[in-house]
């Protein structure tokens, strides 16, 4: 029984040790994903194996993607890669809470945005210098 469970453990570790040493290392990137990448070339090889994967999709997908979406993704990776831990964390609740809102809520939010990214520079800071407004009980804005 004993020696079953060593060698359980033992062929866990080495297929864990395996699966690891798969993860492409940035080095082993090809020119068309560093290049797509290049924002985090110097935290890759640091990231988790789920956030490589992730961003090996996004590199394969990025020939497919029109201009506006390959600038778009670009500029998320340039501001991602900028962030602090503690940033991306609230970045990663913050998606978190918005996902999980009702759909009504969610175009909502999106029309706000609009709104807001339509103003000028001083109708923007005038917004952000202005008393903000009670919240109802709920939190949500209900």
């Given at each position: 029984?004993?020696?079953?469970?060593?060698?359980?453990?033992?062929?866990?570790?080495?297929?864990?040790?395996?699966?690891?040493?798969?993860?492409?290392?940035?080095?082993?990137?090809?020119?068309?994903?560093?290049?797509?990448?290049?924002?985090?070339?110097?935290?890759?090889?640091?990231?988790?194996?789920?956030?490589?994967?992730?961003?090996?999709?996004?590199?394969?997908?990025?020939?497919?993607?029109?201009?506006?979406?390959?600038?778009?993704?670009?500029?998320?990776?340039?501001?991602?890669?900028?962030?602090?831990?503690?940033?991306?964390?609230?970045?990663?609740?913050?998606?978190?809470?918005?996902?999980?809102?009702p759909p009504d809520k969610q175009?909502?939010?999106?029309?706000?945005?609009?709104?807001?990214?339509?103003?000028?520079?001083?109708?923007?800071?005038?917004?952000?210098?202005?008393?903000?407004?009670?919240?109802?009980?709920?939190?949500?804005?209900?």
């Open positions: 029984m004993v020696r079953t469970f060593i060698t359980i453990v033992i062929l866990l570790g080495a297929t864990l040790a395996a699966h690891a040493d798969n993860e492409p290392k940035w080095a082993q990137l090809t020119d068309e994903q560093r290049q797509v990448l290049a924002p985090l070339n110097g935290e890759w090889d640091t990231l988790r194996p789920w956030q490589r994967e992730k961003m090996l999709d996004i590199a394969r997908d990025y020939p497919k993607m029109s201009k506006d979406q390959q600038q778009r993704v670009q500029k998320r990776l340039s501001n991602w890669s900028r962030m602090t831990p503690y940033e991306r964390e609230n970045a990663r609740k913050q998606y978190q809470q918005f996902n999980s809102l175009e909502e939010l999106r029309r706000k945005w609009r709104e807001y990214q339509k103003l000028s520079e001083a109708e923007r800071q005038k917004q952000i210098n202005a008393p903000p407004e009670p919240v109802p009980e709920d939190g949500l804005g209900n």
